[in-house]
């Protein structure tokens, strides 16, 4: 299938950047998006021109690198998937596709597609983690945990941090991740010590960083590749004033 | 704790909060104000209707609750436009193309523009009616042997004017489209959010706060105007 991309190209962070179209005449239905782009970046280097930017790494959609906000969506057209395992069954012969990386103040642009996330590490440095105690590793499931919560919290653990959520958001809000990581600890009894410092910590870090603020849009829910649910928004909202009004 | 408060409403959070909280007292507002205003359609020649707005504006509490009122409304605006401009910042460019249409609903997304539209209609209507009972050379029409304020007819001439009635036909769109999305987010930035209980809220916020109450009171400048024909 004959595909034509408009691809967003930008040298680093400073300099501003803009769209170049390339043409690939010979697009297999079955190449995934990431493998498209492998193809043309081979080109371009036997051309001698400089290859296109993107972030990947596992392609099983398990990592949470790649990110490319595909015809106006964040990782395409499909709900539920990653840019990796998104195929070129789902386009048509003939079509123009739009690529462009994560747009947000968040996330300053590296280079082409290549965004740089580690403000999420930053939010999750500031209170998404446990203490525990050294010495001796304590026997697995010594504390009962109801499956239900169990369940829970593995939805909320189920992130990987890709960002689509911000991409998606009309606001660039991180709350879905952000609510994501709280609720994973806030949902078990490991992570009841540092509930109200954790929830406090992160949203102040979530801040800074400069993300928006959530209309309750619901748009990060439906493009997020683990399906995250708003739940752990109105958990984290809850949470957060609660720790307000006993701390 | 005063600092503790202080820096629970500056967070992104907390100011959600704000928004939620006044928007939600603004919502239980327009239950009241319509209840009222149905008067209007009582075919008396105004007499319920003008005892019911000297009561408004003479009532101990029904002062109270209206100063509460206003001071929610400034606190909706003035909150509302600091959001708005705080989320343009947080993404300086936008994308060339950009399709939402599959993951929210056109109301979400365009809060602030349907906020926008109520708060010229709310400077129109505020002068139109506030004003001129409050500080106005109001007619005056006699009940029971006591005079009265006749703010029926002044109202009654108000939605008697074809563009006066259309403009708040499309206000009252906005309101709806307004409060399909605004009511049930006010109950899930407030954390409020159930499996059982969320659903009903929804189905709430659409069918009485964007479809119920916009009708009815649109309903009441286009009888006037139809009326007048």
């Not at chain 2, 100011?15 to 239950?31: D, E, Q």
């Not at chain 2, 106005?136 to 006749?150: A, L």
């Not at chain 2, 929804?202 to 309903?219: K, R």
Request: contains cysteine.
């Amino acid at each position: 299938m004959k595909i034509t991309l408009k691809v967003w190209r930008q040298k680093n962070g400073k300099t501003p950047g803009n769209f170049n179209t390339y043409t690939l005449p010979d697009v297999s239905e079955d190449m995934s998006f990431l493998e498209m782009f492998d193809v043309l970046n081979d080109e371009l280097i036997r051309k001698g021109e400089d290859s296109i930017a993107f972030d990947h790494d596992c392609r099983e959609g398990i990592c949470g690198m790649c990110s490319m906000y595909i015809n106006g969506r964040a990782h395409g057209p499909l709900t539920g998937t990653t840019t990796c395992q998104l195929h070129m069954r789902h386009f048509k012969d003939g079509d123009t596709i739009v690529v462009e990386p994560w747009r947000a103040s968040a996330f300053p642009i590296i280079k082409d597609l290549m965004v740089d996330r580690s403000a999420f590490d930053r939010v999750i440095q500031a209170g998404g983690f446990i203490s525990v105690n050294t010495g001796n590793a304590v026997d697995a499931n010594s504390i009962p945990i109801p499956k239900e919560d169990a369940d829970k919290a593995f939805d909320a653990a189920a992130c990987i941090g890709c960002g689509a959520c911000v991409a998606t958001c009309k606001n660039a809000s991180a709350m879905l991740f952000v609510s994501a990581k709280v609720s994973q600890l806030a949902l078990l009894p490991q992570g009841q010590p540092e509930r109200n410092m954790r929830v406090k910590k992160m949203v102040e870090a979530m801040d800074e960083e400069g993300f928006g603020n959530c209309t309750n849009t619901g748009a990060c829910e439906v493009e997020c590749p683990k399906g995250i649910s708003l739940d752990h928004i109105a958990r984290m909202n809850r949470d957060y004033l609660v720790s307000n009004i006993v701390d | 704790m005063a600092t503790a408060a202080t820096g629970l409403f500056r967070s992104s959070i907390g100011r959600k909060y704000l928004m939620a909280l006044s928007g939600l007292f603004l919502c239980t507002f327009l239950v009241v104000h319509l209840l009222g205003n149905l008067q209007l359609f009582q075919n008396d020649g105004g007499v319920a209707f003008n005892l019911y707005s000297a009561f408004m504006a003479n009532n101990p509490l029904i002062k109270t609750i209206a100063y509460v009122n206003y001071a929610f409304i400034l606190l909706h605006i003035i909150d509302g436009f600091y959001l708005a401009a705080q989320n343009r910042k947080a993404r300086p460019q936008g994308y060339a193309k950009v399709d939402q249409s599959k993951s929210s609903s056109w109301s979400s997304r365009n809060m602030a523009l349907l906020g926008t539209i109520i708060l010229v209609f709310l400077i129109v209507h505020m002068k139109s009616f506030w004003f001129e009972m409050k500080f106005g050379n109001m007619p005056v029409t006699t009940i029971e042997g006591e005079s009265y304020k006749d703010m029926y007819s002044v109202v009654v001439e108000a939605f008697s004017q074809p563009w006066y009635a259309a403009l708040y036909v499309v206000s009252m769109f906005a309101i709806g489209f307004h409060l399909y999305h605004g009511f049930a987010s006010g109950f899930q930035s407030l954390g409020i959010r159930h499996h059982r209980y969320t659903p009903a809220i929804q189905n709430l916020g659409t069918f009485l706060f964007a479809i119920l109450i916009p009708a009815l009171f649109a309903a009441m400048p286009v009888y006037f105007c139809l009326k007048n024909l």
